[in-house]
């Protein structure tokens, strides 16, 4: 995971937005995405961004992409107490015939009644 | 309804011993993956499927194997040669899509006695 890089704890207040942030080196990365995980689960899909885009929003999910400095965030708004969670962040990189996903160690969002 | 089923949800194994870690997918997906999963470690790619019949290491194969004799099965057996075998395993398959998004079972934890 040393490719992709996010802080691994985040606490917010319930009802305040919840920003995770992501950093990659692969400037070839053609897909970026955002999966949740929540205690003893599976990984969910939450969304992902084309590397031709900004922006991307999704209901109460924003996601950013600043593709010069090789930067994503993932932002929540209005978060809840279900938002607790790990947030990974996960590149994909071409490996020969196959497309890898790199990933990063996840960020725990604990959200704060 | 379509999606990714892995069991048992716990397993134990002895010294020595082999176990198989079962992952059935009904989306249609031609790629599969396993992942084993430590804390503060990420997600570790340890072999993957692009199609029935291959398959390839990944990053962590020593102490595993695998097989895809069907398209819907990517079962995983961890063998008494992998020393420290305590882990979340999740097992995942990727859409044929322009994004190759991955989606993942619930997960297996398997436990050394």
């Known amino acids: 995971g040393e490719d992709v890089e996010q802080s691994l704890f985040l606490s917010v207040r319930e009802g305040d937005s919840s920003v995770i942030n992501c950093t990659y080196t692969d400037s070839s990365s053609t897909y970026l995405y955002w999966y949740k995980q929540e205690p003893g689960a599976g990984l969910q899909l939450l969304t992902y961004i084309f590397s031709n885009m900004d922006m991307k929003q999704d209901q109460r999910l924003t996601v950013l992409l600043n593709k010069k400095d090789k930067h994503l965030s993932l932002r929540i708004a209005d978060t809840q107490t279900g938002d607790s969670a790990i947030y990974f962040c996960a590149e994909s990189k071409n490996a020969g015939n196959n497309r890898k996903l790199i990933w990063g160690l996840g960020t725990s969002l604990a959200v704060n009644p | 309804d379509g999606g990714i089923t892995q069991s048992p949800k716990y397993l134990f194994r002895k010294e020595g011993q082999n176990v198989t870690l079962s992952c059935e997918q009904n989306?249609?997906?031609?790629?599969m993956y396993w992942y084993r999963q430590d804390p503060g470690q990420g997600l570790r790619l340890i072999y993957y499927?692009?199609?029935?019949?291959?398959?390839q290491k990944g990053d962590i194969a020593e102490g595993y194997s695998v097989s895809r004799e069907k398209k819907e099965s990517f079962p995983l057996t961890v063998t008494s040669a992998q020393k420290n075998p305590t882990a979340f395993y999740l097992c995942a398959s990727r859409d044929s899509g322009r994004a190759q998004t991955q989606y993942f079972g619930p997960g297996t934890r398997l436990l050394v006695l």
């Open positions: 989306l249609n997906h031609d790629a």
């Open positions: 499927s692009q199609i029935v019949n291959d398959f």
